[in-house]
């Protein structure tokens, strides 16, 4: 699984995707009103991921995320 922890508050208006090294979302959740989130890694193989932030469509945060 990937936790991510922020200084700001994952609220509702955000939402939380995780994309595959294709570029295609893979996983995505709203934000939990904390400031933190974890993204299940399911049946997801190894590689690289990028997790990604947005409000209304527009890019707030974004990072790489590695799956071993």
């Not at 570029?23 to 904390?34: D, F, I």
């Not at 989130?37 to 945060?61: D, S």
């Amino acid at each position: 699984d990937i936790h991510l922890q922020t200084n700001e508050v994952l609220g509702a208006d955000l939402r939380i995707e995780l994309l595959d090294a294709g570029g295609h979302v893979v996983r995505a959740q709203q934000g939990s009103g904390r400031q933190d989130a974890v993204i299940v890694r399911g049946e997801l193989p190894a590689g690289m991921y990028l997790v990604r932030v947005t409000r209304t469509g527009a890019t707030v945060f974004a990072t790489r995320a590695v799956l071993r």
